[in-house]
């Protein structure tokens, strides 16, 4: 009998900025936060403050299980020099520094949703798209919410693809998520465009 396994759900967004004292975007973070607690899933974020902070700690307030994916080597150097939030239930410390965590943080998680977000996210996102995992965009909340499929097809001419949604709702939006993860399974490769043709690939 196959046993059906918690979804993991990635909350990447701005850590800092102007976007972080938003008050609009830090409520849809928050209401994210708890409706992954909400559905039993997992909430995973990269161990940072701002924006995924507020969606950990709503998740927290829920009753949900939350896992931070630290760029730190120790607790000491995350909560020291990386100035970083530890409320979560496990955080594991990568050691890897920023942009190593982001693909450790990724490939971590069954879907990513983004909220506001700046060049960090926008990094976060193309990872993501590159390995064919499912994303969503929670819109008008600042930052680059409203500009990816402007990114994807205006600038890098690519297509949008099918396991990416987007919604202002953040339940409407995990609605979605939770459907596409359904219908579009993961590449089975690290580097997917390579060696796997899947329909949710852009």
């Known amino acids: 009998m196959e046993q059906k396994r918690r979804l993991k759900i990635g909350v990447m967004g701005s850590a800092s900025g102007p976007q972080i004292e938003d008050p609009h975007a830090r409520e849809k973070a928050r209401l994210l936060g708890a409706e992954i607690a909400r559905r039993g899933h997992i ?20 009753g949900g299980l ?34 190593e965590r982001d693909i450790i943080n990724i490939r971590s998680s069954d879907a990513i949703i983004i909220v506001g977000g700046g060049i960090g996210t926008l990094n976060e996102l ?12 929670i819109t ?7 500009s990816v499929p402007f990114v994807i097809e205006g600038l890098c001419k690519r297509k949008v693809p099918p396991n990416m ?21 993961l590449p089975i490769h690290e580097d997917g465009r390579v060696k796997d043709q899947k329909e949710g690939r852009g």
Request: a negative charge.
């Open 43 to 62: 909430l995973i974020n990269g161990a940072c403050p701002g924006l995924p902070n507020d969606a950990l700690l709503a998740a927290k307030e829920a």
């Open 66 to 99: 939350t896992l931070g994916i630290s760029p730190a080597f120790s607790e000491s150097e995350h909560i020291h020099e990386y100035q970083s939030p530890s409320d979560h239930d496990v955080i594991i410390f990568t050691g890897l520094g920023f942009m």
């Open 126 to 137: 193309t990872i993501a798209f590159e390995e064919g995992r499912p994303c969503g965009v």
């Open 140 to 146: 008008n909340s600042g930052g680059i919410s409203n």
């Open 165 to 185: 949604a987007f919604d202002d709702n953040p339940a409407a939006l995990l609605d979605k998520m939770e459907k596409i993860i359904r219908e579009y399974p």
